[in-house]
């Protein structure tokens, strides 16, 4: 078998050695400098770039698209392009760029700054009631999941009441092993959700970004009902789901490493904010992503990838590109600087990025300022990572204190 033949043969998303490190396979090909074929679930042979600098150039080239659509791209599903084809965050130019620009103004760092306090707020709430449970319980329920559902609905202007609809809805949407029937279901409840939503605040307007995009944007023509009703199911999903698989590793990642924990703690007030990029980085939950296509021939790393041929970034790998951080593979919550490309790089990068680095600096020094004493409730061992996800995370993270 030749080298080519050999790279080929390798599945993608790669199955992980260990649960706190990316597949070996992304390891391997980010030593090799430069990019490798693999293999996807229809037995195309998108490159497989793993590099912070070739990740970085993929990211940020205009020669290479994001539209899932177009035949190139290298689906992680038969259902994705149809799920997700007319989403404006899976398209390219003049399809993604305007509804961006209409979605800009309420993530903001200053926008997002006004969300502060509240946050906090909803972090010391969360912990009030873990408080009063009976242990062990499970954090990502009870304060992983709940502080970023709670602050998309109020951002959004969605009833808490329907959380779970959202929370289960989600779960199925980003699990690369349910069915597309299961997909699709769960597609058709958010957006009779988000649909509902919407026509109450047609009726009865608010301060809210649903309600500006139904009552600013659709009579002016710039959106329809439908474009601001996939928006929400869009800001919901990226919202809640990335920012809560965050929260609980990075709790179980304080909880391992007892001197990071001491470091966060000893001056939380500069120290929130490089754990939680450190935590970013460290962990690169988007485990199957960014996917592009190049529109046109381009080289990458010395590798010439032609005009149609696929290509999937691991930002797991490329976080931990020692070309670029110091001991990469160790955690330090005061590792200075943004360099990671946890939230992407280029036109298409993280929209929610600033409101999720406040609900990381708010909850990871809170809780265990509050709960000390907090401890797994259960071996290592048992615990259950969400490998088959879009999104790496954790299904339940017990606790006891």
């Not at 301060?207 to 996939?230: I, Y």
């Amino acid at each position: 078998m030749t080298q080519a033949t050999e790279a080929a043969a390798a599945s993608l998303p790669a199955p992980r050695q260990c649960p706190y490190a990316p597949p070996a396979f992304y390891a391997e090909t980010r030593e090799s400098g430069r990019p490798r074929r693999g293999t996807i679930w229809d037995g195309s042979n998108p490159w497989l770039v793993a590099t912070h600098d070739q990740v970085k150039q993929v990211l940020g080239d205009p020669r290479i698209g994001a539209d899932v659509t177009d035949p190139a791209f290298p689906n992680t599903d038969a259902a994705q392009p149809h799920l997700q084809g007319d989403i404006f965050f899976r398209k390219d130019g003049e399809e993604h760029l305007p509804i961006r620009r209409l979605l800009n103004p309420d993530f903001t760092v200053k926008q997002v700054e006004r969300w502060r306090p509240r946050i906090e707020q909803l972090v010391d709430e969360a912990i009030d009631d873990l408080l009063t449970l009976p242990r062990p319980l499970d954090l990502v329920r009870h304060f992983a999941l709940r502080i970023p559902t709670e602050a998309i609905c109020e951002l959004l202007g969605v009833d808490l009441a329907d959380s779970p609809v959202l929370t289960d809805s989600v779960l199925a949407i980003t699990d690369m092993h349910a069915a597309t029937e299961e997909k699709v279901a769960a597609i058709g409840r958010l957006n009779e959700l988000l649909a509902r939503c919407a026509r109450q605040k047609q009726e009865q307007p608010d301060e809210r970004l649903l309600s500006r995009l139904v009552n600013q944007h659709v009579p002016s023509g710039e959106l329809t009902f439908d474009e601001v009703v996939r928006l929400g199911v869009l800001v919901i999903g990226a919202g809640h789901e990335t920012t809560s698989n965050m929260l609980g590793l990075s709790v179980l990642a304080l909880l391992q490493h007892a001197d990071q924990r001491k470091k966060l703690l000893s001056d939380p007030d500069n120290y929130a904010a490089t754990c939680a990029e450190e935590m970013l980085r460290y962990w690169s939950i988007v485990q199957t992503e960014p996917r592009r296509f190049a529109r046109e021939d381009v080289e990458i790393g010395g590798q010439l990838i032609n005009a149609g041929e696929g290509i999937i970034c691991s930002l797991g790998a490329a976080n931990r590109d020692p070309a670029m951080f110091t001991a990469p593979e160790e955690l330090d919550v005061t590792r200075p600087g943004r360099q990671h490309l946890a939230f992407g790089h280029g036109v298409h990068q993280c929209l929610g990025q600033n409101l999720a680095r406040i609900e990381l600096q708010a909850a990871l020094p809170r809780l265990f300022q509050r709960v000390p004493e907090l401890r797994l409730a259960v071996p290592e061992d048992q615990l259950r990572f969400r490998d088959t996800h879009i999104v790496y995370g954790l299904y339940e993270l017990p606790v006891t204190w």
